[in-house]
């Protein structure tokens, strides 16, 4: 199923990484025909539902579910936020689309589109997203509003900043 998104809904997958809903995927297949009764903890089955959730509004339009309480609000905030984030570096004109986005947030300081402290702070947050989604990082410490707002400050500096693309 992945690989037909991959191939048929590419232009839906942006800040979308689908190996990592594969890695839970995996995870919790292990866990299911091997694992002899455990279950997956309940910090990562909340990460995996809400990929599933941005996955699915990238798709259809909408979310599939709202959150239940305000630390899962605040994590679709903050991943919601990441990936419009990654979207615009990824979308704007001087950007390589086969790049990483670290290799994105690196091409923002080459074409002086941020400052050092700026690419600093970004990739700052890249490993507090990288953290929670790999699960190596208790998400309920990292994520706060004022990490969604900054992430969010980015976004709105960028837009001023990068080129426009043409229509």
Known sequence: ???ALENHALDKL???NLGEIEWYHR???????????LTVERDK????A????LLFENLFGFKL????DDRTRLLGEFMSAWIDLERMIAQSPTANPRNTPLGLI????QSDVISDAELSELDNIRQIRNSVIH???DYHRLITDELVSRIKRFAVLLEQRLPQRNA
């Open 1 to 3: 199923m992945l690989d």
């Open 14 to 16: 942006d800040g979308i």
């Open 27 to 37: 995870l919790r297949n292990e866990l299911y025909h091997q694992g002899n009764g």
């Open 45 to 48: 089955v909340e990460i995996y």
């Open 50 to 53: 809400e990929l599933a959730n």
């Open 65 to 68: 579910i709202e959150p239940g």
């Open 106 to 109: 690196q091409s923002l300081r």
């Open 135 to 137: 699960g190596s990082e």
